[in-house]
């Protein structure tokens, strides 16, 4: 991704703008409207800070503490005890795209000029984005509610100086030693900063915006290796007519029939029931129902898209700053909406890994797949295949089934019962990066199993799309059919190309953009 600048304002922000700071390192700039939000809003603490009445957040202790008012004196400690303390993470770090995330996401809110933290605060966690040093976070910690609690401490207290965090050179140092490399001076939080800073859902929302990118492309690639698989089972195309899917009007399943139908046009193999010997009437489920399964989809997603933008308009903090000046308590940090379909995106990921499998299980199983080698083997009983190939498969598909049971189900009361009910979206989303990472590897397996199933079919000429994809797959280095080899390598590099949207952009000059 090319270096851009992103503007962070008061009304929120982009998925595409996180992806752009997370995974592409953009700059970060505040916007003058931010500058003043944030300034007004602090004048409104400090306000509040200066009148004997205890204010939570501002002059008193936290969670089941909050009882207790803080005196003046006490109150830059009390906002550092509460980043030293939170920050209790433990297991193993979590990857710089999510801390990064988790860092912006913050920040967006800060910028809303709600959370009454001061303009120097917001433009050092720009500066930390902007050097490339990434707090130390580890997997553990959080429970979603009140957010992302310890895995915000961790970045706080990089803030602070404190800590460990990552150098753009991939070192890990103490925090303040990277801080004074890059002329940052560490924060000395005030009234309200320490709170502000880790009380939010911006670790989980920053994994649901990047696993909506994922999931976006991964669809589209599963698309085109079941047009693939239909093409190699020698099946129809039939079944994708827009007349069939204009009755059952769910939109992914009508945009998942058309790319399939584009990536089939001119295709010198559907249609061939009547060369059986036991002609088919239909096909089987896993290929005349791949749009049905991937619509359904794709239709979650667009639902966890909304869910998402909706948070990134968002001000999440407690207490917060409300434009009349009050400043009010609430439960805005529930982490309950972002966690409901991180576990839905989770189900439907696995859904759509398990018709994969069954359709590369089709296409190595002789008796099924209508007249190809067994295993897609060069000699069958000399050579095994893609027998184990389906076997890692079926492996990652079944611990995708585990992975889709809901975290957001689940609930451990904390804080001595103040917060007792939590949302475990933080544990929804861990989840859900593992089952993106195994739908990527199992869609792989299926690209992998059907172009060589496609070559396979000699005399037959297989779609210009189709032809497209495998020319694309084979000048990747991935191997066709033939003797077997260490298979390992190749499908490793089958994964790289899916990940990287390869099989996509391989097809899309013949089939023009695809949904």
Known sequence: MDMHTVVVGTSGTTAEDVVAVARGNARVELSAAALSAL???????????????????????????????????????????????????????????????????????????????????????????????????????????????????????????????????????????????????????REKEGLALLNGTDGMLGMLVMALADLQRLYTTADITAALTLEALLGTDKVLTPELHAIRPHPG????????????????????????????????????????????????????????????????????????????????????????????????????????????????????????????????????????????????????????VPASVDSIPSSAMQEDHVSMGWSAARKLRTAVGHLTSVVAVEMYAATRAIELRTGLVPAPASRAAIEAVRAAGIEGPGPDRFLAPDLAAADDFVRAGRLVAAVEPVTGPLA
């Open 39 to 189: 300034a007004a809003a602090r004048a409104i603490v400090d306000a509040l800070a200066a009148k004997p009445e205890p204010v939570y957040g501002v002059s008193t202790g936290f969670g089941a503490l909050a009882s207790r008012h803080i005196g003046p004196d006490l109150r830059g400690r009390l906002q550092r005890n509460i980043v030293r303390s939170h920050a209790a993470g433990m297991g193993p770090r979590v990857e710089r795209e999510v801390v990064r995330a988790l860092m912006f996401l913050r920040l967006k809110t800060v910028a809303s000029g709600r959370t009454g933290v001061r303009p120097e605060v917001a433009q050092t966690m720009a500066d930390v984005l902007n050097a490339g040093i990434t707090p130390v976070v580890h997997e553990y910690g959080s429970l979603g509610c009140s957010g992302d609690l310890a895995p915000l401490s961790h970045c706080a207290l990089t803030l602070m100086g404190e800590g460990d965090a990552e150098g753009p050179d991939g070192t890990t140092a103490p925090a303040g030693e990277l801080l004074a490399a890059h002329g940052i001076t560490p924060v000395q939080l």
């Open 253 to 404: 399943q009508g945009v998942s029939a058309d790319n399939m139908l584009r990536v089939l046009a001119g295709s010198g193999l559907t249609g061939h029931f009547q060369e059986d010997a036991a002609p088919r009437v239909q096909d089987a489920y896993s290929v005349r129902c791949a749009p049905q399964v991937a619509g359904a989809g794709r239709d979650t997603l667009a639902y966890a898209r909304i869910v998402a933008d909706r948070e990134l308009a968002s001000a999440v903090d407690n207490p917060v700053v409300l434009p009349d000046g009050r400043v009010e308590s609430n439960g805005n940090f529930h982490g309950a909406p972002v966690a409901y379909v991180l576990d839905f995106l989770a189900i439907v990921a696995a859904d759509l890994g398990s018709i994969a499998e069954r359709r590369t299980d089709r296409l190595l199983d002789k008796n099924r797949s209508h007249g190809l080698p067994a295993f897609l083997a060069d000699d069958p009983g000399v050579d095994s295949g893609l027998m184990i190939a389906q076997y890692t498969q079926a492996a990652l598909v079944s611990e995708m089934k585990r992975l889709a």
